[in-house]
């Protein structure tokens, strides 16, 4: 099973990225992601580490470390699975050797599975937060603004 934790911190990034102002809570973001501020904090710090937003403690907020255009998905992968991390698409432990099949399968599948894994991060690599936002202006038409606590103060909110 694949963690949960890259989508949770690209949309950590986005919501950055739609609303620059630096003062995103973690209880607002988790609002959004719909998860506990704890979650959001604790993924906050790996991209933090990673260079890709910068935290103010307290009231302070978060904002992206350095411009959306120049942050991809592979960046935000990387963050949160840093090396060495497991193999995404890993293989079954202790096929039979004596099998005809069974001998050959950790070879042929590793890599299968690595060559696969390796595209998926070059794809990644060319997809950025500042691309992914724009997606989100374009569904949303416009974007709410936020008030001075990071809450929704436009139309609905």
Request: contains cysteine.
């Amino acid at each position: 099973m694949i963690a949960t934790r890259f989508s949770v911190a690209t949309h950590i990034m986005l919501m950055m990225a739609v609303h620059p102002n630096g003062r995103l809570t973690s209880p607002r973001i988790a609002d959004s992601v719909n998860t506990n501020p704890v979650v959001v904090r604790r993924i906050m710090r790996l991209l933090a580490r990673a260079g890709l937003v910068r935290v103010r403690r307290g009231q302070g907020g978060a904002a992206l470390g350095r411009a959306a255009e120049r942050i991809t998905l592979d960046d935000v992968w990387e963050a949160v699975n840093p090396a060495p991390a497991p193999p995404l698409l890993p293989l079954h432990a202790n096929p039979d050797p004596g099998c005809p099949v069974g001998r050959h399968v950790p070879q042929l599948l590793g890599r299968s599975f690595g060559s696969a894994e390796t595209a998926m991060r070059i794809a990644l690599g060319e997809i950025s937060i500042a691309a992914m936002a724009s997606g989100i202006a374009d569904a949303n038409q416009v974007l709410p603004d936020l008030d001075a606590t990071g809450a929704d103060a436009g139309p609905g909110a």
